[in-house]
């Protein structure tokens, strides 16, 4: 049973420099619960206050049975003995792992940071490390999280990665279920808010970086976010990045900082004259790279890379030609933690991501596409990619922004839809506090509407509609933004939606 003592919390905070003061007289007392929610509070239960705290939660939290209290500042109305300390996320995440007696010793992680491709790559992974360790892998991913093997362990997430206490409760659960490995994504707030403060990975994957949660409630600059993502390869025991990105002397310098070269592995698209910088172990290409599915080759170029036996040729069942990158990362990481070129194979042609890059064919009208793809990078990419596979095709996106967050993301998806699209439909995703009129209005101004028709619809499901059902045979239809939500976030709740996917899959039916 998971159990902490005060010596024990003093001794842990007094290790890493947090404890300002112990306002306990007994150090045996044990607490048998760890809460930062004081609803969630029960009998002998340390809480914790956090964030956008109010006194009146430790009222609660004290008549709920919380025998201390851990902040990093007194309160006049606490009744219990607290344990103040310098910063309160820190001291959580490490109090967290201790109370679940370090459940990240018995369950080897592969963690995935970049600013697109996390959830993709770290969907294949567990298909991968399914196969090798017989379905007993867990997973921390914005979509789904499996603590065990059954489907009662699996439970849709909050957030891209989870509260430290519950990272630690749910690597607790699955240590109890038996599982074998983790395989996890990491967002920058991660670090930024110290979730994973103190937790290291036995492999950790840096997949790309461009200019995203930066702005009010996230990163102040992109320098942050960056120093925040290259967070995880400090952490890391071995470290994966891909060549094809920006930054790169940064990340390798930030990598090596902290690992030996011979545990960072290089991966990267093989180019006609290809000079680096640093020796790049795996190089891939498309042996067929179609709108519905790809396949790759990969080739070990280093003697390190070599010992993985990862050459070979493998499908992969979600189109995009970057789900060629995350593929890669996966089959490297899978290696490393002992999967066969045949489980490599199984996984990567028998994944597809709920919400990303889903295909539905029509019989007379077009092919339609649901997508997460939600600023530039991504928008992007997905659009380039559709218009170099059918460049004569038409295509037409609906999509809308978030509000209250990643302001400078309309201006990118309008940037990207200028480039690429020839019809837009503007409309509602995640308004927030926001008038979604006005966001799509933002969007608009970075689109020139004699090239791009241009339109605004409120209502999404309206918009899709119209837009599915007026596209002729050989159109392309890209739902992007929402892709898995089944929600939309407005002032403050989440608001019931079908989703994207099941919309199409509707329309689809009939035409
Ligand atoms: C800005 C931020 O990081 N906020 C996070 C933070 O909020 P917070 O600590 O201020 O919590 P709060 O809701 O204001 O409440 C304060 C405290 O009072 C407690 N409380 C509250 C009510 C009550 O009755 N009793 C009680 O004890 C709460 O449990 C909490 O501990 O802690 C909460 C969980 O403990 C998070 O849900 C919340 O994430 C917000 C909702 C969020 O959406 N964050 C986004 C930006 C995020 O993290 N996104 C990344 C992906 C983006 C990326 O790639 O970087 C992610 O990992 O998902
Ligand atoms: N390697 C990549 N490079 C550029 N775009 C990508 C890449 N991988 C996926 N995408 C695009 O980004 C979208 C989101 O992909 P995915 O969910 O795998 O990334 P993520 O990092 O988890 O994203 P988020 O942080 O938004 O949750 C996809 O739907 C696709 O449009």
Redesign the pocket.
Known sequence: MAQITVAEVVLLLKEHNLLIESQFSSSTHHFDQIA????LVVDNCL????????P??LD??QTHGATAYMSEKAYSNAKIPGFIVKNIQKAMSLVSAAFFGFPQDKLPTIAYTG?KGKTTSAYFTKAILDQTYDRKVALSS?INTVVGPTSKDVVKS??????SL?LFTNMHKAVENGMSHLVM?V????Y??N?VYGLHYDVGVFLNISP??IGR???PTFADYLH?KEQLLVNSDACVFNADGTHLTDIYYTAKATTQPENIYIYGRQREGQETEYPIDFLYHSIEDSLTENEIQITANTEKAKKLHIDGAYHIAIPGDYNEGNAVAAAITSALMGAKPSEIEYGLSNTTVPGRMEIYQTKDHGTIYVDYAHNYGSLHSVLDFLKSQAPKSKVTVITGSTGD?GIDRREGLGKAINESADQAYLTTDDPATEDPKKIAEEIAQHIDPTQVATSYIADRKQAITKAVTESKKGDLVVVAGKGHDEYQKINGKNVPYEGDAAIVKNLVKGL
């Open positions: 930062y929610n004081s609803k809480f914790f206050c956090k964030g956008n705290f109010k009146a939660y609660d939290a600013t914005t909050n957030l891209t990665t989870p509260e519950d994504e967002s920058s707030q991660a930024k808010k979730r995203d949660h409630n996230e990163h925040c967050k």
